[in-house]
């Protein structure tokens, strides 16, 4: 069948139109392929569409992943009115909650999340002939799951399947190295534009900033204005800073949650001529043509979401944009004619930006990624062809998150993890529904999805009970009393309502069953309060999170949390609700601890109740099996053996006697003694004498220098002992210790004086190789030479020492030819 006859590719002066047959070529022999193209020409609208009719294709569809939805719905439309075709049967689009698309679609524009879903059901994508994933260097977390399961199925199933990587800024090189795939260049039409660096702007008002220099700069422009600020809130206040200083223009915010109506407001031009000012998250970044735009206007800031597996916990993180990006935004300026684009940074900081943004994968909660390859049937995920491999902390705190929801057991899908895969939405949020379901609470649960879904509707000033929004949605559905974002609030609510077929409630909430729902999506922030803590929080997850002292939940003594940031030492909890204790009974798990803590006595073995880290009440164990006393001991002495074991001066001696003779001879097989070492792998020299080891005392008993000496065999005792004693025998007929050291230096011998007269020869170990380093003490003990030379010392340095010290100590021996003089341990005898 045939497609888009009446599309004539001339009529559409486009520069992506200069590449199309060599894409073709391409595309015709292999089956993968990049496309580079800048800003404005056309690549998002005119390939897909000169590609449709392809023979390879064989009457499959095209599907093209778009990062953002409002792309998706923009660029459907552009290419209907192209084609001449309605939106919705040859060319269509499906997003989340929203589609206009048929089995008879041709082309069918797709944001990122909906193709693993597709891939579920249809292991194969038997009716898709090519993958186009457009804007591909925003490396979006859905892409690259996207990109490794197409690559998956490509790979073993469908080498028919073609995949076209599209992007105006990306590191081209590294990519077709990695794909193996031919990269396509188009150098496009782009207009000139202009680069000002204005210097640095105040990250700490950066809406109210960014508002003034706009201020100046469309003084001294013509055209439409596009401004580039990190979120929500900072185009807030710039627009109501704006609004009020420039009457005359017309103000359009312009980011993902805002309606669909509102959006195109701020893209399309304004109905009554008025030059306008378009203020904007990274969502205009790709993709989008915002007609009129000449000027751009860059804070050089974005907002993500980073994820940290320590906590379990995602935060929004301001910062800087890599210089892609910014070349992506300053693009804008220069799609439809010459512009110019102010950055509010200074070129030195623009050379240290990072080149390309860092992928999302690396920095995302992984858990739906994780459900989605589980039941893929993906036993390691590592095993998989990423572009960059998922952080395995990430990945296995998703494992953690799964399990905790029941969603996963032994790595394999349980019956309910089917169920949270089919939802399409967070696997907490697919938990809480269905855990509603059982108690007959989904018109709550809905209600509740939606808020954690969306943003807050009250704003942190109406305190952290999330019951409040509730309440607030419930009113605004009565009565419409409320802010305008519980309009959006309901319209998810009633998807999820028409998701789970149940009806909508206006009553009055329950507060505990909502803290009952959270507690089952987020079961490691179940809270309790801290004794003599004014508002802080002990989390299941070990960690500690506080909220006013004001607040009406401060005083609660259990709180199910829905978000709380991860701060440095102590979270702080944005919303929450209280829980009954009493509904918690399922979520107890008993816990038998058997550990060595030092710090408490030794062994320490006991059942505790808890949930999660919070710990509810102890029982001790009684007849703990002598393997398990074992068991814990070896796994407490790689941290703890420093403290727990008596290293006495001979057993580090003995220690360092291996170490010296391990590096003076590095040809010979001597064990590896280093006290570390030691540690990390006790089995080995210790494991055979605790068995009965029942305490700390028994512990702190253990000969460690008998243990080891005995750990090595027979020649290498008698080695040991040869070329490294432990003691040496001076002429006064004193067994004196030498001293070694871990680093092989020169071992220490520290002996008086008087008990070495006769010595001329500076002793050595090691056959002779090492020479000792002999402290001459006086009668007193005191350091008085430090030498390796006896020789020297008796020729010289003996009569300076001989002249101090005879008079501080007269009764010792001071003969004047130590060499022929007898060596003694005391003062001198009497005759």
């Known amino acids: 069948m045939s497609f888009f006859k009446s599309f004539d590719l001339s009529s559409f002066d486009l520069p992506a139109s200069e590449i199309v047959q060599e894409l073709k070529e391409v595309l015709e022999k292999d089956n993968t392929a990049i496309v580079k193209a800048p800003p404005g020409a056309g690549k998002s609208t005119l390939i897909p569409i000169v590609l449709a009719n392809e023979s390879w294709l064989k009457g499959k569809k095209i599907l093209m992943l778009e990062p953002r939805r409002l792309a998706a719905k923009s660029i459907a439309s552009r290419m209907a009115e192209m084609t001449g075709t309605q939106v919705g049967k040859e060319v269509g689009y499906r997003i989340r909650f929203d589609q206009k698309a048929t089995d008879e679609t041709k082309i069918e524009v797709i944001t990122e999340g909906i193709l693993t879903r597709m891939i579920h059901s249809d292991n194969a994508l038997e009716n898709v002939g090519l993958l186009i994933f457009d804007e591909f260097h925003e490396r979006n977390l859905h892409s690259e799951v996207g990109l490794a399961l197409s690559r998956e199925i490509q790979e073993i199933l469908r080498p028919d399947l073609r995949i076209l990587l599209m992007s105006a800024t990306i590191d081209t090189r590294s990519l077709s190295q990695m794909l193996s795939a031919k990269v396509i260049e188009s150098k496009g039409r782009q207009f000139p534009v202009e680069i000002d660096y204005l210097g640095e702007i105040d990250s700490y008002d950066l809406g109210g900033d960014t508002a003034r220099q706009v201020s100046k700069i469309v003084k001294t422009t013509q055209g439409d204005v596009l401004v580039f600020l990190p979120g929500q809130g900072e185009i807030k206040k710039a627009e109501k800073q704006l609004k009020a200083s420039l009457p005359d223009f017309n103000i359009c915010p312009l980011y993902g949650s805002l309606p669909f109506s509102a959006q ?357 164990i009684k007849d703990i099996d002598q393997k398990q006393i074992k068991k814990v001991i070896l796994e407490a002495l790689p941290s703890e053996g420093k403290f727990i074991l008596n290293w006495d001066e001979s057993s580090i001696q003995l220690l360092n006697r291996t170490q010296s003779l391990k590096l003076w001879n590095p040809d010979e097989t001597w064990p590896d003694w280093s006290q570390e070492a030691l540690l990390n792998d006790p089995s080995i020299w210790l494991e055979s004498y605790l068995n009965e080891v029942k305490n700390e005392n028994d512990l702190f008993d253990l000969n460690l220098e008998e243990i080891l000496f005995h750990t090595l065999d027979y020649p290498l005792q008698k080695k040991l002992s040869e070329l490294a004693p432990s003691h040496l025998e001076v002429p006064s007929s004193s067994r004196i210790m030498l001293r070694y050291h871990a680093d092989g230096s020169s071992p220490l011998l520290s002996v008086r004086l008087q008990e070495i007269f006769g010595m001329t020869e500076t002793p050595s170990v090691n056959n002779g190789k090492e020479k000792i380093l002999v402290e001459l003490l006086s009668p007193g003990f005191k350091p008085v030479q430090l030498t390796k030379d006896l020789e020297s010392f008796w020729a010289s340095g003996y009569f300076e020492v001989r002249k101090e010290l005879k008079r501080r100590y007269p009764k010792h021996e001071w003969p004047e030819d130590p060499l022929n003089a007898t060596a003694v341990r005391g003062v001198k005898r009497k005759r």
């Open 264 to 620: 195109q407001k701020a893209i399309l031009p304004d109905t009554n001529g008025k030059r306008k000012i378009v203020l904007s998250t990274d969502i205009a970044e790709t993709s989008l043509t915002i007609e009129g735009v000449r000027v751009v206007v860059d804070s050089g800031y974005s907002k993500t979401s980073k994820f940290d597996p320590k906590t379990g916990l995602s935060r929004l993180v301001l910062q800087r944009i890599s210089q892609d990006s910014a070349d992506q935004r300053s693009g804008r300026a220069g799609r439809l004619e010459s512009g110019k684009a102010f950055r509010l940074w200074t070129k030195a900081t623009h050379a240290n930006l990072q080149e390309f943004r860092t992928p999302e994968l690396l920095e995302a909660d992984l858990t739906p990624m994780v459900l989605d390859m589980v039941s893929w049937g993906k036993e390691d995920i590592f095993d998989m062809s990423w572009l960059d491999l998922p952080p395995k902390p990430n990945i296995y705190s998703a494992y953690s998150t799964l399990e905790d929801l029941g969603a996963i057991s032994d790595n394999k899908l349980t019956e309910h993890g089917k169920e949270i895969q089919k939802l399409p939405c967070h696997p907490r949020i697919a938990h809480l529904l269905l855990e509603a379901k059982k108690i007959d609470e989904l018109p709550l649960a809905t209600d509740l999805a939606a808020l954690l879904e969306e943003r807050d509707p009250l704003g942190p000033e109406a305190g952290v009970d999330i019951n409040l929004r509730i309440e607030a949605l419930r009113r605004w559905r009565k009565e419409g009393v409320g802010s305008s974002r519980l309009k959006r609030i309901d319209q998810v609510a009633n998807i999820y309502r028409q998701m789970m077929s149940t009806d909508v409630e206006n009553s009055i909430v329950d507060s505990f069953q909502t803290g009952l729902l959270l507690a089952h999506a987020f079961p490691e922030r179940i809270a309790s309060a801290r004794r003599g803590n004014n508002a802080q929080f002990q989390l299941a997850n070990g960690n500690i999170a506080q909220m006013s002292y004001k607040d009406d939940l401060a005083d609660d003594s259990w709180l199910a949390v829905a978000h709380v940031d991860a701060r440095d030492g102590m979270g702080k909890i944005w919303l929450a609700s209280p829980v009954d204790p009493k509904d918690l009974k399922p979520l107890l798990k008993m816990k038998e601890v058997i550990k060595w803590d030092r710090k408490d006595g030794g062994l320490i073995a006991e059942t505790e109740i808890r949930i999660g880290a919070i710990i509810l009440g102890k029982r001790p």
